[in-house]
Nanobody, 115 residues
Framework: VQLQASGGGLVQPGGSLRLSCAASGRIFSINSMMWYRQAPGKQREWVATRTSGGSTGYADSMKGRFAISRDNAKNTVYLQMDSLTPEDTTVYYC??????????WGQGTQVTVSS
């Protein structure tokens, strides 16, 4: 199984981006799907989680600005990011907890917030 993240790019402060992460392969089923981010030289930081049942959780600094959603039929998780600031500039990673395979990371997608 693998996770393919997309949707990163360059956006001005105050702007929005929508990240996507699609799972493929012999999936069977997925429990939680998550987003993390990691800046150079820093530890990976949890951003948000969406469970298979629809429960969500956010890191405090993302509450009210970011929204995680999921299309279970497409095995895809999304991260809508609004009111972006330069501090949100970093690489974003998706992660999924596969029932059969355990925890899997996707490749990162770069988000740059700059004027």
């Amino acid at each position: 199984v693998q996770l393919q993240a997309s949707g990163g790019g360059l956006v001005q402060p105050g702007g929005s981006l929508r990240l996507s992460c699609a799972a493929s392969g012999r999936i069977f089923s997925i429990n939680s799907m998550m987003w993390y981010r990691q800046a150079p030289g820093k530890q990976r930081e949890w951003v948000a989680t969406r469970t298979s049942g629809g429960s969500t959780g956010y890191a405090d600094s993302m509450k009210g600005r970011f929204a995680i959603s999921r299309d279970n039929a497409k095995n895809t998780v999304y991260l809508q990011m609004d009111s972006l600031t330069p501090e949100d500039t970093t690489v974003y990673y998706c992660n999924a907890d596969f029932t059969r395979w355990g925890n899997v990371w996707g490749q990162g997608t770069q988000v740059t917030v700059s004027s």
